[in-house]
């Protein structure tokens, strides 16, 4: 399994940023459709944003769309979550997640083998 590590969480007052990375090492992970989902106190965890192997196309959750962003760097070996326009309903632990290589999935849990230990993000004033 891919081993994942992600960074970048913290606090930020609504309306603000931030971006959150996902790292591998000894994978490259544009073989991998990558995840990044999230899990509220008491809420089941949710796929928020997703972007495929094959061809980069890209899925986002209806409540983040238009003020989030994924991406991948090439060069770093690295997938982002850029964060714009953060709302206090945004806060929870967020994971990246692999999928089996070369094999592209909805953006839901099941399809997600590697997970990350998460990174926190509050949104609060």
Request: glycine share 8%.
């Given at each position: 399994q891919v081993q994942l590590v992600e960074s970048g969480g913290g606090l930020v007052q609504p309306g603000g940023s931030l971006r959150l990375s996902c790292a591998a090492s000894r994978f490259t992970l544009d073989y991998y459709a990558i995840g990044w989902f999230r899990q509220a106190p008491g809420k089941e965890r949710e796929g928020v944003s997703c972007i495929s192997s094959s061809?980069?196309?890209?899925?986002?959750a209806d409540s983040v769309k238009?003020?989030?962003?994924?991406?991948?760097?090439?060069?770093?070996?690295?997938?982002?979550?850029?964060?714009?326009s953060l709302k206090p309903e945004d806060t929870a632990v967020y994971y990246c997640a692999a999928a089996q290589p070369r094999v592209d999935v909805a953006c839901i849990e099941d399809g997600f083998v590697s997970w990350g230990q998460g990174t926190q993000v509050t949104v609060s004033s």
């Open positions: 061809d980069g196309s890209t899925y986002y238009g003020r989030f962003t994924i991406s991948r760097d090439h060069a770093k070996n690295t997938v982002y979550l850029q964060m714009n």
